[in-house]
């Protein structure tokens, strides 16, 4: 059966594979939804959005991204309230940020409304897979990759932009164990660091690997020049809180404009939170923690929101972070998550009804 909604052409699944699922014990992003949305890019315009049943693609094997890797993403969550509301979380970021990328990667930006009332009719359509239980959501991943035809080394002249939905428990359970990288880098200036390019994550896989194979479960990234700086904690945003100052790193060329990156920075300062935004040496992480200063480290990001540092690792040392009663990390995850599944106020205009 199609329908038309909006102008997007809807084909309905024609059985729901929602009765398999276990919603009780949801892996992170490895079950998908019932249906995909697709726009293609062609003759040098969008074309109307598709929602389909979710589906395989086929791809000729001329076809660019396998061979220079024009690639970009978003990561979202759709939220349930307890009066079964759907809310999003600052969609217009994410449009904004994969529209950055877009323009950095050489893809032709997407219009806002091809992004947000596809995103919302996908939603609408899926909304009995949004997970109900604490601390659960359902993952977004808009993405565009390149499928324009040839071996040259140039932009293809043709795009796909779907969006696929995951219904996903935490990203992260307890605390991390994390190594200070010196040797590999994620991103140098004037490269992507700054998108959300598929390529700056493939590059984290291997010094990751060693890392894990060293009893550490992530890798904090330092800039590429001296290694004397920490810029990100993993795939996240790093947050270092020595005494009562809570310190990020600018964003730069390297360093990822982080959603919730942003909205920590702002319920910091509406929390009476001292914050500064400047580069911290690893030096002075390591004299804090020698001298009892270093409270708190933790990475930020959409899957996990707010992910403890537990210990970090250093020039075969590792140093313990301590325990506190009421860390920066709790409260400021509290807040937003209240905000997402509106539990609480939201005075800054954040939260977006579906």
């Given at each position: 059966?199609?329908?038309?909604?909006?102008?997007?052409?809807?084909?309905?699944?024609?059985?729901?594979?929602?009765?398999?699922?276990?919603?009780?014990?949801?892996?992170?992003?490895?079950?998908?939804?019932?249906?995909?949305?697709?726009?293609?890019?062609?003759?040098?315009?969008?074309?109307?959005?598709?929602?389909?049943?979710?589906?395989?693609?086929?791809?000729?094997?001329?076809?660019?991204?396998?061979?220079?890797?024009?690639?970009?993403?978003?990561?979202?969550?759709?939220?349930?309230?307890?009066?079964?509301?759907?809310?999003?979380?600052?969609?217009?970021?994410?449009?904004?940020?994969?529209?950055?990328?877009?323009?950095?990667?050489?893809?032709?930006?997407?219009?806002?409304?091809?992004?947000?009332?596809?995103?919302?009719?996908?939603?609408?359509?899926?909304?009995?897979?949004?997970?109900?239980?604490?601390?659960?959501?359902?993952?977004?991943?808009?993405?565009?990759?390149?499928?324009?035809?040839?071996?040259?080394?140039?932009?293809?002249?043709?795009?796909?932009?779907l969006i696929c939905l995951a219904p996903s428990g935490s990203y992260?359970?307890?605390?991390?164990?994390?190594?200070?990288?010196?040797?590999?880098?994620?991103?140098?200036?004037?490269?992507?660091?700054?998108?959300?390019?598929?390529?700056?994550?493939?590059?984290?896989?291997?010094?990751?690997?060693?890392?894990?194979?060293?009893?550490?479960?992530?890798?904090?990234?330092?800039?590429d020049h001296n290694h004397e700086f920490i810029e990100e904690a993993?795939?996240?945003?790093?947050?270092?809180?020595?005494?009562?100052?809570?310190?990020?790193?600018?964003?730069?060329?390297?360093?990822?404009?982080?959603?919730?990156?942003?909205?920590?920075?702002?319920?910091?300062?509406?929390?009476?939170?001292?914050?500064?935004?400047?580069?911290?040496?690893?030096?002075?992480?390591?004299?804090?923690?020698?001298?009892?200063?270093?409270?708190?480290?933790?990475?930020?990001?959409?899957?996990?929101?707010?992910?403890?540092?537990?210990?970090?690792?250093?020039?075969?040392?590792?140093?313990?972070?301590?325990?506190?009663?009421?860390?920066?990390?709790?409260?400021?995850?509290?807040?937003?998550?209240?905000?997402?599944?509106?539990?609480?106020?939201?005075?800054?205009?954040?939260?977006?009804?579906?």
């Open positions: 059966m199609e329908t038309t909604f909006q102008n997007i052409s809807i084909e309905k699944t024609k059985k729901s594979k929602i009765d398999q699922v276990d919603f009780d014990n949801l892996t992170f992003g490895s079950v998908f939804t019932d249906h995909m949305l697709v726009c293609d890019y062609r003759n040098g315009a969008w074309e109307t959005p598709k929602i389909m049943p979710y589906q395989a693609i086929s791809l000729e094997p001329s076809s660019k991204i396998f061979h220079y890797g024009q690639s970009i993403f978003e990561g979202m969550k759709a939220y349930k309230d307890a009066d079964e509301k759907i809310w999003l979380f600052r969609p217009l970021e994410n449009h904004n940020r994969l529209n950055i990328s877009a323009k950095r990667m050489a893809i032709p930006e997407l219009p806002e409304e091809y992004f947000m009332e596809g995103l919302k009719s996908l939603i609408k359509l899926d909304e009995n897979w949004i997970p109900n239980k604490e601390g659960s959501a359902l993952y977004i991943r808009p993405f565009i990759f390149a499928t324009g035809k040839g071996f040259h080394a140039s932009p293809a002249d043709a795009y796909k932009f992260f359970s307890g605390k991390v164990k994390v190594l200070i990288e010196e040797k590999y880098s994620r991103s140098a200036n004037g490269g992507v660091g700054f998108a959300k390019a598929g390529g700056n994550y493939a590059g984290q896989f291997y010094p990751t690997q060693l890392a894990v194979n060293k009893g550490y479960q992530q890798v904090i990234w330092t800039d993993g795939a996240m945003n790093i947050f270092v809180r020595i005494n009562d100052t809570l310190i990020t790193a600018p964003i730069s060329d390297r360093i990822l404009d982080g959603i919730t990156r942003k909205s920590i920075l702002e319920i910091a300062e509406d929390e009476g939170i001292d914050t500064e935004v400047r580069k911290i040496s690893v030096g002075e992480v390591v004299d804090a923690a020698k001298d009892g200063s270093l409270k708190e480290m933790f990475g930020a990001g959409t899957a996990a929101v707010i992910s403890p540092i537990a210990t970090f690792g250093y020039r075969e040392k590792d140093y313990d972070l301590p325990e506190l009663e009421n860390p920066y990390a709790s409260q400021l995850k509290k807040r937003i998550i209240d905000i997402q599944y509106n539990r609480a106020e939201d005075p800054f205009g954040w939260r977006y009804g579906v």
